[in-house]
């Protein structure tokens, strides 16, 4: 089993989805792989503290630099007030997937598209449920779900399920077979570089 951690709101995770995107449909014959939600920031709804504003800042330019094609739209920081919150997003994430496995990635792409490039919120849930309806989930069920108890349940059990995987950071990925752990670096800039990796590992687990 392949175990991809990631937040939707990582920018860390954002940059790598391109790559990652190349992995998975190289590798889906080879190895089963799951997506897992490892909830980056609590809810608050204060806004960001300004140091945190700063490193997040500085941390869209460190990427630009070291992924070529990862765009970001500055705006976002003029145009909203950030609260330090990604677990509205994470739920957002399983209440989409709630309504059918496909619209799981459909979710975390329109979460970053709307943060990174449009300068929106989707610590907000306002926003969360206006993206549930440009990707065509059933608005009333997804914001039903999205505040029930259950998404909260299965977010934190995800969230425990990345503590005893021992990530410390995302995005992520962890080979488990025959209960012994592999932590898989990745190449945030080669496919290919990334697939071997896990060949390789996978050959390791199998010895």
Request: net charge negative; glycine share 4%.
């Amino acid at each position: 089993m392949l175990y991809y951690v990631h937040d939707p709101m990582c920018s860390w995770c954002y940059a790598f989805v391109p790559v990652w995107e190349n992995v998975c449909y190289a590798l889906k014959s080879t190895v089963l792989i799951r997506t897992v939600l490892g909830g980056l920031a609590p809810d608050t709804e204060a806004p960001m503290p300004a140091d945190i504003r700063s490193r997040i800042k500085n941390t869209w330019k460190i990427i630009t630099n070291a992924v070529p094609g990862a765009e970001f739209n500055h705006d976002f920081w003029a145009l909203c007030t950030p609260r330090r919150s990604t677990y509205p997003a994470c739920r957002a994430v399983i209440s989409a997937r709630e309504q059918g496995v496909d619209f799981e990635p459909k979710m975390i792409a329109a979460i970053q598209s709307a943060y990174y490039r449009e300068a929106r919120n989707p610590s907000l849930p306002e926003t969360l449920i206006d993206l549930a309806g440009e990707i065509g989930l059933d608005t009333k069920c997804f914001k039903a779900t999205l505040a029930g108890e259950k998404c909260e349940n299965t977010l934190q059990e995800e969230i425990r399920h990345t503590m005893t995987l021992g990530v410390r950071g995302f995005p992520t990925l962890m080979l488990i077979k025959n209960n012994v752990a592999m932590h898989i670096q990745h190449d945030y800039n080669n496919a290919e570089v990334t697939c071997r990796r896990i060949t390789e590992g996978l050959e390791t687990l199998e010895l």
